[in-house]
Structures are given as structure tokens and as C-alpha cells.
T-cell receptor, first 113, second 113 residues
Framework: DAGITQSPRHKVTETGTPVTLRCHQT?????MYWYRQDPGHGLRLIHY???????DKGEVSDGYSVSRSKTEDFLLTLESATSSQTSVYFC????????????FGPGTRLTVL | AQTVTQSQPEMSVQEAETVTLSCTYD???????LFWYKQPPSRQMILVIR??????QNATENRFSVNFQKAAKSFSLKISDSQLGDAAMYFC??????????FGKGITLSVRP
């Protein structure tokens, strides 16, 4: 299995509080991704990174920011959590771009009350 | 923008029988990849099979095979000799030049003993 961990695995927070989710990889893969999974929507890309300090927006980036200061870590921040951000969040990594398999982390279940 | 459509939200198959999960996509790119991912109740995303668009031969992986119809933009997954462990949600995904994956909404497959 690809070495990807996510922390925390579960989190309950209140509306308006900041939240940071961490993705850590030991594979030295260049690309890292953050998705959210919601019933009836499949997985939707929030942000992704194609190298240290290189990030770009995905399909549902509003309300989220990311940072990647090291190859192995990709952080997702909800500056002010809202109930609509209650979801399961997955991190994924890929060695390169086109055609390469994305390996997924175990997911983080976030509940915003 | 690329889109991926999985029109059937649920399917059921008898153990040891064959089932086909459908997927269609829309793109203007000529070079791309298609994937099927499996998500069992553990929530872990697992790659089932991958197809390169430039290859005419359909990909196969043991009991899993695809029917790739490039002109029709169709990419169905066939599971032969279905097993109880095949019960999961299955996602079709498109990977294009921008190194991102676009997922369908998924289909829940149940296997009847």
C-alpha cells in the first residue's frame, strides 16, 4: 500500500471555527490532491499540488485553502467552517500527471455543527 | 470541461454471475486515461482497472474487464464470476492532460449470495 496518512481521521467542530486537515506521504510523489466525497456527488476535487509551493484550484475550491511547504505534506484549511463543508475528505497522491494512478489516503470524516 | 456520467445509482448481481457497470464521458481531448475505482465499506479507494485512450485493446485484470468504445465515449466495467467481496461502490474516472481526475457519481453494487 502507498504510504499515505491523513490526520485527524475524525473531527467534529462548530460553525465558524478554523480547521486544518493534514495529508502526509512517504512515497515522494510529486502530485497531491484533496477531494471531498458527498452522497450523490462522487468525489470532487478541491485543490491539488504539482510540486512544493505549486498549487491550483479544483472544482469546489471556495472556502478552502491549501499549502505545501514540503514534498511529503499537503494541508487543507477551512478558514471558517460551515455546515455545508461536512463531508468525507480524501487525500490522494500520484507520481506524475497524465495517466498515473492516484493512490488514496483513508479519508477524514469532518462534521461541522 | 470533462464530464463523467454513471447513470445507474445501484445494481445487484447474483454471486457467480456477471454484471456490467456503465459509464460515459465527454471530452474534446484526444489523449486521456480512464479508470474504475472500487470503494468497499472500509471507505478505502482501490484502483480496479485503467485504460489508455490510445490503446484499442480493452484492459483486463483477472475477473475485471472493460468495454472501451472511444467513438461512443463509453467505458463499461464487466465483473465476471461475481464474489461477495465485490460488493462496493464503483467510480468511473477520467484523467486528462491537466493531471486531474474527474469522477462520476458512483454506483453501488450489491452481491446476492
Amino acid at each position: 500500500d502507498a504510504g499515505i496518512t491523513q490526520s485527524p481521521r475524525h473531527k467534529v467542530t462548530e460553525t465558524g471555527t478554523p480547521v486544518t486537515l493534514r495529508c502526509h506521504q512517504t512515497e515522494n510523489h510529486r502530485y497531491m490532491y484533496w477531494y471531498r466525497q458527498d452522497p450523490g456527488h462522487g468525489l470532487r476535487l478541491i485543490h491539488y499540488s504539482y510540486g512544493v509551493k505549486d498549487t491550483d484550484k479544483g472544482e469546489v475550491s471556495d472556502g478552502y485553502s491549501v499549502s505545501r511547504s514540503k514534498t511529503e505534506d499537503f494541508l487543507l484549511t477551512l478558514e471558517s467552517a460551515t455546515s455545508s463543508q461536512t463531508s468525507v475528505y480524501f487525500c490522494a497522491i500520484s507520481e506524475s500527471g497524465l495517466g498515473n494512478e492516484q493512490f488514496f489516503g483513508p479519508g477524514t470524516r469532518l462534521t461541522v455543527l | 470541461a470533462q464530464t463523467v456520467t454513471q447513470s445507474q445509482p445501484e445494481m445487484s448481481v447474483q454471486e457467480a454471475e456477471t454484471v456490467t457497470l456503465s459509464c460515459t464521458y465527454d471530452t474534446s481531448e484526444s489523449d486521456y486515461y480512464l479508470f474504475w475505482y472500487k470503494q468497499p465499506p472500509s471507505r478505502q479507494m482501490i484502483l480496479v482497472i485503467r485504460q489508455e485512450a490510445y490503446k484499442q485493446q480493452n484492459a483486463t485484470e483477472n475477473r475485471f474487464s472493460v468495454n472501451f468504445q472511444k467513438a461512443a465515449k463509453s467505458f463499461s466495467l464487466k465483473i465476471s464470476d461475481s464474489q461477495l467481496g465485490d460488493a462496493a461502490m464503483y467510480f468511473c474516472a477520467y484523467g486528462g492532460a491537466n493531471s486531474k481526475l474527474t469522477f462520476g457519481k458512483g454506483i453501488t453494487l450489491s452481491v446476492r449470495p
